[in-house]
């Protein structure tokens, strides 16, 4: 294998990965690869589109174009998953799910980056990074350390 081996994620199996080629969000899966946050725009008025939001609320419109964005945003809400999926899930307690409000108007649930137990905080600075699982590249919550945020004095 010539593939840069990397560390498993610490979450899911590598069999939970997603299939690139024959996913619907495909195009966000190659963005991630190149380290970009790639989102769904209507392709007629720009307006935010969900992952999976086939029609446009504005303006009706079929087409979406997909671009990078910003890969920073504030957390929207949180919790904290309980359930074990022995094989699946690695991860040996509860472990976090973090619905990001993004700068650029999306709304993206993900994990952390890291292994933690404690979600971040409703409105902290997020960064989405990303995790590797079974070499695809996912979106991730990365909260911003206070010293990188600026001080309001
Ligand atoms: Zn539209």
Redesign the pocket.
């Known amino acids: 294998m010539t593939a840069v081996q990397k560390a498993p994620d610490w979450l899911l199996d590598d069999g939970l990965a997603p299939d690139v080629d024959n996913d619907l969000l495909a195009p966000l899966y190659e963005g991630s690869a190149r380290g970009e946050l790639v989102l769904p725009f209507?392709?007629?008025?720009?307006?935010p589109l969900d992952l999976e939001q086939p029609v446009?609320?504005?303006?009706?419109?079929l087409e979406r174009d997909w671009l990078a964005v910003e890969p920073v945003g504030t957390v929207h809400s949180a919790t904290v998953m309980h359930r074990a999926e022995p094989g699946l899930v690695h991860a040996d307690g509860p472990y976090p799910i973090v619905d990001v409000d993004l700068t650029s108007g999306h709304r993206l649930i993900m994990t952390t980056l890291e292994p933690t137990r404690i979600p971040p905080p409703i409105g902290a600075p997020v960064h989405v990074a990303f995790r590797f699982l079974g070499g695809v590249a996912i979106p991730a919550a990365q909260p911003t350390a206070p010293s990188e945020t600026e001080a309001t004095s």
């Open positions: 209507c392709g007629s008025c720009r307006r446009c609320d504005g303006c009706g419109s």
